[in-house]
């Protein structure tokens, strides 16, 4: 316990600190990181699953029945469209019927396109977070990795990990996300009128953005599990080495001197452990809000499109169908992001099996 207290508060928790807040609903008290480390170190969990489910349900509920009035105001927008585009259609002509569609069509348009692109914004911002939650405890983690004897994947993770990690955070950044925006910009334009036709530039950003998210998380996670398995494997060789050593190389002392340095392994490891576990719930806490509110309302969409489809024109229905492919693109590069992440942070956690 000494030992552990020592490490832990030696360690400076002060840049995840402002990451707190978006936690503090779940915990349902005001909590520091330390406090979330001494949990997890004693074996106690932050709160119980049954809390974590009923915070999230009613935090899709709240989202569903925000977005309450929108749907409705679109769902009449859409009726009286639909309306006035069959009077007009039979009795003023094909051409004041376009016109009137047109007005319709941007008013739909100008509602759920606001929504897409506060939701698209929110889950880049949720990307960064994540990044700047992990870049915060890496230091320290890898300094707990050295000092429990994981050398060899300390030095892996310090380059390679921090370089594919960036790569792969300025990938989902700087052309996962524009390609959303550029998807849905098309898919506003080619519903306009019938003879612009943009949907094949729509399904080959699609196709692109699939391709790239699929194989940019198989790599990495098939690298980073083979090589974090490669060095934990040296790890324990070298450890078990010099534990030997120890033992039979200095008389009468070898056995206690070998099984106080176990005692400092195994307070830094459960230490290490902790401080992984508190960084996963930290990232869980930055994207459980864009992932509810993304959800929630592609889900009202979809609500929206299959009771609205009778009665409404079919661009209306292509367009809401382009924007949940949007939304579904955007929550796809932001829990490609989470994911790196998390296996980064549970690659670490597991290397104390490894090394022991």
Not at 208 to 230: E, Q
Not at 276 to 302: S, W
Request: charged residues 10%.
């Amino acid at each position: 316990e000494d030992n552990i207290s020592q490490i832990t508060e030696s360690v400076d928790f002060g840049e995840m600190e402002k990451f707190i807040g978006d936690i503090s609903g779940i915990a349902g008290e005001k909590i520091s990181v330390k406090d979330i480390v001494y949990k997890f170190v004693r074996g106690e969990s932050l709160v119980e699953y049954q809390t974590v489910f009923k915070y999230v349900g009613s935090l899709m509920f709240a989202e569903v029945k925000s977005r309450l009035p929108a749907l409705l105001s679109l769902l009449s927008v859409l009726l009286l469209c639909s309306l006035l585009g069959c009077l007009n259609a039979e009795r003023l002509g094909s051409g004041v019927g376009e016109i009137v569609h047109f007005v319709g069509y941007a008013a739909i348009v100008t509602t759920i396109t606001a929504l897409c692109y506060s939701l698209v914004s929110s889950a880049l911002g949720a990307v960064d977070k994540v990044s700047s939650v992990v870049q915060a405890v890496f230091p320290t983690l890898l300094a707990l990795m050295v000092s429990t004897g994981a050398t060899a994947q300390a030095a892996l993770y310090s380059p390679t990990t921090l370089f594919i990690d960036g790569f792969t955070t300025i990938f989902i950044k700087n052309f996962t996300f524009p390609c959303v925006v550029a998807m849905l910009a098309l898919s506003v334009v080619s519903n306009i009128t019938k003879p612009v036709k943009l949907k094949g530039f729509i399904d080959f950003l699609s196709g692109i953005l699939k391709w790239g998210i699929g194989l940019a998380a198989t790599v990495f996670s098939l690298f980073l599990t083979v090589k974090g398995i490669s060095g934990g494997l040296a790890d324990g060789v070298t450890v078990r080495t010099l534990k030997y050593a120890l033992n039979s190389s200095v008389p009468l002392v070898g056995g206690i001197l070998s099984g106080g340095a176990d005692v400092v392994v195994a307070a830094a490891s459960l230490v290490r452990s902790a401080l992984g576990l508190t960084t996963l719930v930290l990232v869980f806490g930055a994207v459980l809000m864009p992932v509810i509110k993304i959800a929630a309302l592609t889900f009202a969409l979809r609500i929206v499109n299959a009771v609205s489809q009778p009665f409404s024109d079919d661009r209306v229905y292509s367009f809401i169908n382009s924007v949940v492919s949007v939304l579904h693109h955007a929550l796809a590069g932001l829990l490609l992001a989470t994911l790196m992440y998390v296996i980064t942070i549970i690659m670490i956690v597991l290397s104390v099996q490894a090394v022991f």
